[in-house]
């Protein structure tokens, strides 16, 4: 096939998967058809279990190629020999250049044997040599790949995005010898502290509900058919259904999904600890990079601490962190040079897809395996520009403390003696929204959206900093140190940090607050999510927690706003204010609570923060 009418085809596949409606996908179909054949196999793990995968090899391409294998819980069809793709996300260069796409289902999913376990933990002992787990099932699969595909040139790359993403960072563990390049992205990293379902112990609700009955077993689905949620009005029927065990009663009753493992394990205890992916990401002998969104709603958090994991426990392995100004996976989408109503003047997600992704696994994958990429590249918010680090976080950043100051401001000095404190009262029944306007479902907007509708609360603080002459740079992790003094023996503390614009900025964003970063922590974790401990009433006490990294420019003109609230509906669950498990609360256990927030010489509540 000549050059030109090749490219002409590729071009036609991106082209079609941009559009919408069946007449595009068959077009795509047709002109990946002209690329590609596909072949199935049912594949033998160590332990007699057959999963199962689709390969697209290159037509009309002599020579060897790599392979790119993705393993997915959510389906790695269409099935059948004559049923293909419409095309790969990605560079248009990986098909131009004739790689081979490999599909896997996991254990237990799609069209695999077996039985599928959510977030499966590594076994840290295997106790016989048939013993399984995501590991060895990669491991297995890239064992039979590189023998049954007779056009591959002996090199795997291993990617994913969310679930796939775990896969992908999982399977670099006890890497096989042929896998030379993993990219996790957005990866399922901890489902209680940081991604998806719980942030630091606090449940996650709209999200948790989504997902809830997800990987339960075919005799659990007839039991009891999926229930219908939907709603255009999620702020009052979580409300109308008041406690978590109501949902449960009503709606997921008979399920052995998600949700059940969630109301069964309400501490971070061994099933929670034992998913925790950055501790457990050692042996790993290939190439990685992570990947993540500064906006991401579901998997932030993993990007960030699986990068840190394999920094800590792999000395010596090309490893490197991208972060962009994207939500959940929009990297993989055609141009990302805006998102809700910020513009970031420039087509981020196809530079990463040319320039970052293509050429780091062609490197390992097709290459002399010299690393190019530098340690961390990372987009910076507010200025809009891509930066280039050494280290994550940068070395130059200088650790400073933005405390909360009487009157409602911010500032680098410790506070003075007057007006120790500010005040609240947290009312679990009528909990703080999680975003402005008419609440129609969760949406990954909120990341970013204008948080006026807040300011304007009595149950909100708000502290913010003079007019900036120039800019403020904030550079990697985020950190929290609140103390507070409450009537009752539990509450949630959510911390946002706020880009306020200028009163004269163009259009939409003419005192635009911008959310730049934002977490919840339940305090009763505060000193152990394994262990948690009531307040004391009326007692002064310290409630710390990590916000997720940013890199983001204030510009002159603009202000850095804190603001402290107790609830963050329906997003995260309601909090009852006492001391007690959650997932059984009775109505009548919610109350009301009295909250102070001091800045005082003596119990200064500040903002850690990285300044460049």
Same mark, same amino acid.
């Given at each position: 096939m000549k050059s030109t009418g090749f490219k002409l085809l590729v071009s036609t596949i991106?082209?079609? @998967? /941009?559009?919408?409606?069946?007449?595009?996908? /068959?077009?795509?179909?047709?002109?990946?058809?002209? !690329?590609?054949? +596909?072949?199935?196999?049912m594949i033998p793990m160590r332990d007699g279990t057959r999963l199962y995968a689709s390969v697209y090899h290159p037509k009309n391409r002599p020579g060897k190629h790599p392979i790119l294998l993705e393993r997915t819980p959510y389906g790695a069809g269409p099935y059948g020999p004559t049923n293909l793709r419409t095309g790969v996300r990605g560079s248009r260069r990986f098909v131009e250049s004739g790689y081979i796409f490999a599909y896997e289902d996991v254990r237990g999913r799609g069209k695999s044997e077996g039985v599928f376990v959510n977030d499966r933990p590594l076994l840290i002992n295997r106790l016989k040599p048939n013993d399984v787990?995501?590991? $060895?099932? $990669?491991?297995?699969?890239?064992?039979?790949?590189?023998?049954?595909?007779?056009d591959n040139n002996g090199r795997v790359g291993l990617w994913g995005i969310s679930y796939p993403g775990f896969y992908a960072a999982i399977g670099a563990v006890n890497s096989h010898p042929a896998l030379k390049a993993a990219s996790p992205q957005a990866p399922v990293s901890d489902w209680f502290i940081g991604d998806d379902f719980h942030h630091n112990g606090a449940l996650f609700l709209m999200d948790a509900v989504g997902f809830a009955r997800f990987g339960e077993s075919p005799a659990a689905r007839k039991r009891s058919p999926v229930p219908e949620l939907s709603t255009n009005d999620p702020y009052r029927f979580y409300l109308q259904h008041s406690t978590l065990a109501e949902l449960t009663e009503t709606y997921f009753k008979n399920t052995d999904g998600l949700w059940k493992f969630i109301m069964d394990h309400g501490t971070y205890d061994?099933?929670?600890?034992?998913?925790?992916?950055?501790? #457990? @990401?050692? #042996?790993? #002998? *290939?190439?990685?990079? $992570?990947?993540?969104?500064?906006?991401?709603?579901? =998997? *932030?958090?993993? /990007?960030? #601490? $699986?990068?840190?994991?394999?920094?800590?426990?792999?000395?010596?392995?090309?490893?490197?962190?991208?972060?962009?100004?994207?939500?959940?996976? @929009?990297?993989a989408g055609e141009r990302g040079d805006r998102f809700g109503n910020i513009d970031w003047g420039q087509q981020t997600s196809r530079r990463f897809q040319e320039e970052i992704e293509f050429p780091f696994f062609d490197t390992y994958l097709r290459g002399d395996g010299t690393p190019g990429q530098p340690e961390a590249q990372v987009f910076e918010t507010g200025s809009n520009r891509w930066l280039k680090f050494a280290h994550w976080p940068p070395i130059e950043r200088k650790e400073r403390s933005l405390y909360l100051q009487p009157g409602r401001l911010?500032?680098?000095?410790? %506070?003075?003696?007057?007006?120790?404190?500010?005040e609240y009262v947290s009312d679990p029944s009528a909990p703080v929204p999680y975003q402005g306007g008419k609440i129609e479902d969760r949406t990954r907007e909120y990341m970013i959206d204008d948080q006026r509708f807040a300011a304007s609360r009595s149950d909100v603080l708000s502290y913010q900093t003079p007019v900036l002459g120039k800019p403020l740079r904030l550079a990697g992790p985020v950190a929290a140190d609140l103390f507070i003094q409450t009537s009752a023996t539990d509450a949630d503390f959510i911390v946002k940090v706020i =880009?306020?614009? %200028?009163?004269?900025?163009?259009? +939409?964003? /003419?005192?635009?607050?911008? !959310? !730049?970063r934002a977490d919840v922590m339940r305090s009763k974790f505060r000193n152990s999510y394994a262990n948690p401990a009531p307040l004391s009433p009326s007692k002064i006490e310290s409630v710390s927690f990590n916000l997720a990294d940013v890199c983001h420019a204030f510009l002159p003109g603009h202000r850095l706003m804190i603001q402290i609230q107790s609830s963050w509906f329906p997003l995260v669950d309601r909090n009852p204010q006492q001391f007690e498990d959650i997932y059984t609360a009775r109505p009548e256990d919610f109350q009301k609570a009295a909250i102070r927030v001091f800045h005082s010489p003596d119990h200064p509540s500040r903002l850690r923060v990285g300044v460049l």
């Open positions: 991106a082209s079609a @998967m /941009a559009m919408s409606g069946s007449p595009a996908k /068959a077009e795509a179909q047709a002109a990946f058809r002209d !690329l590609y054949d +596909k072949s199935e196999f787990d995501e590991s $060895t099932d $990669t491991y297995d699969t890239i064992a039979f790949l590189t023998k049954a595909v007779s061994e099933y929670w600890q034992s998913r925790n992916l950055p501790s #457990h @990401m050692n #042996h790993v #002998h *290939c190439a990685v990079m $992570t990947v993540g969104g500064w906006f991401d709603a579901e =998997d *932030c958090w993993g /990007a960030l #601490h $699986t990068y840190r994991g394999i920094e800590a426990q792999n000395r010596g392995i090309p490893n490197t962190l991208v972060m962009g100004p994207w939500y959940h996976g @929009m990297w911010a500032g680098w000095q410790r %506070p003075g003696p007057q007006t120790p404190y500010d =880009d306020v614009y %200028p009163n004269d900025a163009p259009g +939409k964003l /003419a005192g635009y607050q911008m !959310l !730049l």
